[in-house]
């Protein structure tokens, strides 16, 4: 679904993206993982053509990132999430489904306010939204079009527990589908127990892409038993 081939993101003569490629597959929840500043915003952005990138390829879907035909097949959640301050939270849903031509688009609206305890905040409008709200807004229209793949860029900042345990069953249901996610986070935890695969990114290039197990033992020394220790030990500071 997606693959990224030599991506480099220069800012004058620094590259807060250093040539990485890499790829997703149908079905598969892959967390990007990284310090403050280790390239996976930016990644991130360049992908979803936020960002125009400096040299490589990006391919969703077999067709290039910025062709229509991709863009009908992603949604994408930034980290910091906008709303219209005018729009009320039903009324961002609604413009969601009439721009992607979502049918029957009321019934699922419902469910993912419900999902997100927005229901009696229905017609809050969006200057009256706390971040946590606007989080959980951003998160709904990003799953009413029903995209094939989605790119969350730090999904949890912001919500409250109870949110966070049901984004990470409706990854569950995602990758059940076959959809293919991408979730950029420097939060260790949200995505151990939920990830088929780990990319470790470090000032701008991808030191780890595998499964956990995998990573374990190739770089581990025994004494690395969690995501966390790992993710620790391969970003330090020489």
Same mark, same amino acid.
């Given at each position: 679904?997606?693959?990224?081939?030599?991506?480099?993101?220069?800012?004058?003569? *620094?590259?807060?993206?250093?040539?990485?490629?890499?790829?997703?597959?149908?079905?598969?929840?892959?967390?990007?993982?990284?310090?403050?500043?280790?390239?996976?915003?930016?990644?991130?952005?360049?992908?979803?053509?936020?960002?125009?990138?400096?040299?490589?390829?990006?391919?969703?879907?077999? /067709? *290039? /990132?910025?062709?229509?035909?991709?863009?009908?097949?992603?949604?994408?959640?930034?980290?910091?999430?906008?709303?219209?301050?005018?729009?009320?939270?039903?009324? /961002?849903?609604?413009?969601?489904?009439?721009?992607? *031509?979502?049918?029957?688009?009321?019934?699922?609206?419902?469910?993912?306010?419900?999902?997100?305890?927005?229901?009696?905040?229905?017609?809050? +409008?969006?200057?009256?939204?706390?971040?946590?709200?606007?989080?959980?807004?951003?998160?709904?229209?990003?799953?009413?079009?029903?995209?094939?793949?989605?790119?969350?860029?730090?999904?949890?900042?912001?919500?409250?527990?109870?949110?966070?345990?049901?984004?990470?069953?409706?990854?569950?249901?995602?990758?059940?589908?076959?959809?293919?996610?991408?979730?950029?986070? /420097?939060?260790?935890?949200?995505?151990?127990?939920?990830?088929?695969?780990?990319?470790?990114?470090?000032?701008?290039?991808?030191?780890?892409?595998?499964? +956990?197990?995998?990573?374990?033992?190739?770089?581990?020394?025994?004494?690395?038993?969690?995501?966390?220790?790992?993710?620790?030990?391969?970003?330090? *500071?020489?």
């Amino acid at each position: 679904m997606l693959a990224v081939e030599g991506l480099i993101k220069k800012y004058g003569k *620094d590259r807060a993206v250093d040539n990485i490629s890499f790829t997703l597959e149908g079905g598969e929840l892959v967390g990007l993982l990284g310090p403050n500043g280790a390239g996976k915003s930016t990644t991130m952005k360049c992908i979803v053509g936020l960002l125009r990138k400096t040299a490589g390829d990006i391919k969703i879907g077999g /067709h *290039d /990132h910025l062709n229509i035909a991709a863009k009908k097949l992603f949604s994408y959640i930034p980290e910091t999430p906008y709303v219209y301050d005018l729009l009320s939270v039903k009324e /961002h849903l609604q413009f969601i489904a009439q721009a992607y *031509d979502v049918k029957n688009w009321k019934e699922k609206a419902e469910s993912l306010m419900d999902t997100y305890d927005l229901t009696d905040k229905a017609d809050k +409008l969006g200057r009256d939204l706390s971040k946590g709200m606007r989080q959980k807004v951003s998160i709904c229209c990003a799953l009413l079009p029903d995209p094939q793949i989605l790119f969350f860029d730090e999904p949890m900042i912001g919500l409250d527990p109870k949110a966070i345990k049901n984004t990470k069953k409706i990854f569950q249901t995602l990758k059940d589908n076959g959809k293919t996610i991408l979730v950029s986070t /420097h939060l260790v935890d949200s995505v151990e127990t939920i990830a088929d695969r780990i990319m470790i990114m470090k000032a701008g290039k991808i030191i780890g892409n595998d499964t +956990l197990s995998n990573l374990k033992a190739t770089f581990a020394d025994g004494d690395l038993s969690s995501l966390e220790d790992l993710f620790l030990e391969l970003t330090k *500071d020489a």
